[in-house]
């Protein structure tokens, strides 16, 4: 594999790329071995989900630690949280193998440093790149004297203990639960962490297979939870859950198939958790609903407002000792989870909040749930910073509006807000527009894709 390829792989967070053209497992090898260098482990933690590719990978990730002198212990079938569970409770620093809710033939890793800490671009990603660009050219290097052990952990049950613990479910209605597993990594987990509740479950697609066989396992996608939405309906359920691949990842549907904003679901956790710890900070990226910092500040809480990415949730939960952070992706944080992101624990929230009183769940989030959005579009350009340039200057003079660049461009008013980003790895510019309604919604929308697409 020539270095140049290399450079297309590495991402913000993670190693992602089409297998076996873009990396392969002598690659692999050579990541593990990078890690445990720049981790400067003397052991580490690694798991994976269903893909095809991701038990080789994870394998030969974990002989190329081993080979430098460090332990490693293989939990196996995981999801993403699942993996953060082992990295903070065991103490050490993980690595994920999975293309979270991508297509069939990639796989890439999601690494963290001990206590499910953050590895990105500034905190150690950069220097794995440098390591393994050298060994691509120069050959791989010296292993220990001493190798590493390699030995298998199932950590499902403890994890699923250790949510459990975090949220009362024993006194709630008993509730009937469609989850959609897309054939991922929920199929794995679900029926543990829900097995014994006031649960009645109605499983979709839990069986494990990395080729997606009944739709994409990426929720955001509304394509994709067109059948959740039918079995809702059809069996009389009170909530709809639907997991992406990894199943770090959690989004809901009412009683009557209707999706349920991501947003709401954050104000909603936030006023839980604040009930909790009376205060507390609660982060949300710029993208989420004026709702939040609304209930936020409702509760008697603290809302700090981030950029949009894991790696900046996380840093602002550790700076400020946030208790709850929530993106418009429906990534949800925990301080209890060692401020790492899991939609199971966000899940588990809203059962016991819907099951706690007797309304359903359009009901419920409606408080939560206060303003008209147009959900993210995308618009391909040739020139990102051109057509963002453009917009700018287009809203500069406007009177009542305030700009801001914390990510991408963002233009508020008293009745609206749209926020223009450009994404990192494809030519376009992503719009989110919020309003107190729908015809101001379309009208904005309307306005700046006209300038974007122009």
């Given at each position: 594999?020539?270095?140049?390829?290399?450079?297309?792989?590495?991402?913000?967070?993670?190693?992602?790329?089409?297998?076996?053209?873009?990396?392969?497992?002598?690659?692999?090898?050579?990541?593990?071995?990078?890690?445990?260098?720049?981790?400067?482990?003397?052991?580490?933690?690694?798991?994976?989900?269903?893909?095809?590719?991701?038990?080789?990978?994870?394998?030969?990730?974990?002989?190329?630690?081993?080979?430098?002198?460090?332990?490693?212990?293989?939990?196996?079938?995981?999801?993403?949280?699942?993996l953060y569970f082992a990295s903070g409770q065991l103490g050490l620093p993980g690595a994920m193998f999975t293309a979270s809710h991508n297509p069939a033939q990639y796989n890439?890793?999601?690494?963290?440093?001990?206590?499910?800490?953050?590895?990105?671009?500034?905190?150690?990603?950069?220097?794995?790149?440098?390591?393994?660009?050298?060994?691509?050219?120069?050959?791989?290097?010296?292993?220990?004297?001493?190798?590493?052990?390699?030995?298998?952990?199932?950590?499902?049950?403890?994890?699923?203990?250790?949510?459990?613990?975090?949220?009362?479910?024993?006194?709630?209605?008993?509730?009937?639960?469609?989850?959609?597993?897309?054939?991922?990594?929920?199929?794995?987990?679900?029926?543990?962490?829900?097995?014994?509740?006031?649960?009645?479950?109605?499983?979709?697609?839990?069986?494990?297979?990395?080729?997606?066989?009944?739709?994409?396992?990426?929720?955001?996608?509304?394509?994709?939870?067109?059948?959740?939405?039918?079995?809702?309906?059809?069996?009389?359920?009170?909530?709809?859950?639907?997991?992406?691949?990894?199943?770090?990842?959690?989004?809901?549907?009412?009683?009557?198939?209707?999706?349920?904003?991501?947003?709401?679901?954050?104000?909603?956790?936030?006023?839980?958790?604040?009930?909790?710890?009376?205060?507390?900070?609660?982060?949300?990226?710029?993208?989420?609903?004026?709702?939040?910092?609304?209930?936020?500040?409702?509760?008697?809480?603290?809302?700090?407002?981030?950029?949009?990415?894991?790696?900046?949730?996380?840093?602002?939960?550790?700076?400020?000792?946030?208790?709850?952070?929530?993106?418009?992706?429906?990534?949800?944080?925990?301080?209890?989870?060692?401020?790492?992101?899991?939609?199971m624990l966000a899940a588990l929230h809203v059962l016991a909040a819907l099951g706690g009183q007797d309304g359903p769940l359009s009901e419920l989030v409606r408080q939560y749930?206060?303003?008209?959005?147009?959900?993210?579009?995308?618009?391909?350009?040739?020139?990102?910073?051109?057509?963002?340039?453009?917009?700018?200057?287009?809203?500069?003079?406007?009177?009542?509006?305030?700009?801001?660049?914390?990510?991408?461009?963002?233009?508020?008013?008293?009745?609206?807000?749209?926020?223009?980003?450009?994404?990192?790895?494809?030519?376009?510019?992503?719009?989110?527009?919020?309003?107190?309604?729908?015809?101001?919604?379309?009208?904005?929308?309307?306005?700046?894709?006209?300038?974007?697409?122009?």
């Amino acid at each position: 594999m020539a270095v140049a390829d290399l450079s297309q792989i590495v991402k913000a967070y993670d190693v992602r790329g089409v297998v076996p053209d873009q990396w392969d497992e002598s690659l692999a090898e050579l990541f593990g071995a990078a890690f445990a260098q720049v981790t400067d482990a003397s052991a580490i933690v690694v798991g994976h989900d269903m893909r095809p590719s991701s038990p080789g990978l994870t394998r030969a990730f974990a002989r190329g630690a081993a080979a430098l002198g460090v332990d490693v212990t293989e939990i196996g079938l995981c999801s993403t949280d699942q993996l953060y569970f082992a990295s903070g409770q065991l103490g050490l620093p993980g690595a994920m193998f999975t293309a979270s809710h991508n297509p069939a033939q990639y796989n890439g890793i999601k690494m963290c440093r001990a206590g499910a800490a953050p590895v990105g671009q500034d905190t150690g990603l950069s220097e794995i790149r440098a390591l393994v660009e050298g060994w691509v050219a120069t050959g791989a290097p010296e292993p220990a004297a001493t190798p590493g052990t390699i030995t298998g952990q199932d950590v499902l049950a403890d994890y699923a203990a250790h949510l459990r613990s975090l949220v009362d479910l024993g006194g709630i209605r008993r509730l009937k639960v469609v989850v959609d597993a897309g054939n991922g990594m929920g199929g794995h987990t679900v029926p543990t962490v829900l097995d014994g509740l006031p649960v009645d479950l109605v499983p979709m697609y839990f069986e494990l297979d990395g080729t997606f066989p009944n739709h994409e396992a990426n929720p955001l996608d509304p394509a994709n939870l067109v059948d959740l939405q039918a079995k809702v309906r059809e069996t009389g359920a009170d909530i709809g859950l639907a997991f992406d691949g990894d199943a770090d990842r959690c989004f809901a549907v009412d009683e009557r198939g209707e999706p349920v904003s991501p947003s709401a679901i954050t104000a909603l956790v936030a006023a839980r958790e604040l009930a909790k710890h009376p205060g507390g900070t609660i982060i949300h990226n710029l993208i989420t609903s004026w709702s939040v910092p609304e209930v936020v500040e409702e509760h008697g809480g603290k809302a700090v407002r981030t950029r949009v990415g894991h790696s900046f949730i996380k840093q602002e939960m550790a700076r400020t000792g946030a208790i709850f952070g929530g993106e418009h992706s429906a990534h949800y944080y925990f301080r209890d989870f060692w401020n790492a992101d899991t939609g199971m624990l966000a899940a588990l929230h809203v059962l016991a909040a819907l099951g706690g009183q007797d309304g359903p769940l359009s009901e419920l989030v409606r408080q939560y749930d206060r303003y008209a959005a147009s959900g993210e579009i995308n618009s391909t350009v040739a020139d990102q910073a051109d057509r963002a340039a453009a917009v700018k200057t287009a809203y500069e003079g406007l009177e009542g509006a305030t700009l801001d660049e914390l990510d991408g461009l963002t233009v508020t008013t008293a009745d609206w807000w749209f926020n223009l980003r450009a994404s990192n790895t494809e030519p376009l510019l992503r719009l989110n527009v919020e309003a107190r309604d729908e015809a101001t919604v379309t009208r904005v929308r309307d306005e700046v894709l006209a300038i974007v697409r122009a």
